[in-house]
């Protein structure tokens, strides 16, 4: 039961430290300039996910105190938050695109990664509120949720503080794809709670599940720009 312990007593830990990250990411883009932002779009995109965080911490902790009643009042106000997350992302995206006289190349990569996370979310989301009366697939389904999350934070960091790695990075049209740094960080860290799960437990589904969830998600982000039924998906969806 090592690993049941680990995920319950300790994931708030984890998440502390990821949402540490998340505050250097956005520390010089968002934080020091919160009153020079365009409009309430990033405010509401930005209150919603920190919101997130601070809710996987809370209830991560609320666990590991064994204040079980506390987490599953709690636990509702994601069924509020979640279409919250949903319809800022959506919102934020469609503005930001919404004046583009014709969408290229790199638009569509960029719908590709807003899009298509969203449903790798909505999934892990989903499956964790699903087994919500089965508590180690709750727990492992709901650290799942913050893997879709990588690349905003990552690319910023590599934008911000690390610039000179940009030109040893896949391209597109010459520009660096800096999220691939973010998909290959997820990607390691499944792989090895892979292997964990199977030696401390003998559990084989949910995180090779969310591996492939997220690999296909990676697929379509550095490859769906390339097909027309994406091209035509795009433009629709931001001009709807």
Not at 6 to 19: G, H, P, T
């Amino acid at each position: 039961m090592k690993l049941e312990s680990a995920l319950f007593q300790k994931s708030y830990l984890y998440f502390i430290v990821f949402f540490l990250f998340v505050l250097a990411a956005f520390w010089l883009t968002y934080f020091t300039k919160i009153f020079d932002q365009e409009n309430y779009r990033m405010h509401a995109h930005g209150m919603a996910l920190i919101l997130w965080c601070f809710m996987l911490i809370a209830q991560a902790y609320l666990i590991s105190t064994k204040r079980n009643v506390i987490h599953k009042r709690v636990g509702k106000f994601s069924y509020l938050l979640v279409p919250l997350i949903i319809f800022t992302t959506v919102d934020l995206l469609k503005y930001r695109l919404h004046e583009v006289p014709a969408l290229g190349t790199m638009d569509f990569f960029f719908i590709a990664l807003v899009v298509n996370v969203l449903i790798a979310f909505v999934i892990f989301y989903g499956l964790a509120i699903f087994y919500r009366r089965k508590s180690a697939l709750h727990a492992r389904f709901m650290i799942c949720t913050v893997f879709p999350m990588f690349t905003p934070v990552t690319d910023r960091i590599i934008h911000i503080y690390f610039p000179s790695v940009l030109p040893y990075l896949y391209t597109i049209e010459g520009h660096p794809i800096a999220p691939v740094a973010g998909f290959l960080m997820a990607d390691l860290i499944i792989i090895g709670l892979v292997i964990w799960d199977w030696r401390s437990h003998q559990r084989w589904n949910v995180f090779p599940f969310a591996l492939i969830v997220l690999l296909l998600y990676h697929y379509s982000v550095l490859n769906f720009y390339k097909f027309q039924f994406w091209r035509s998906f795009s433009s629709w969806f931001i001009r709807g």
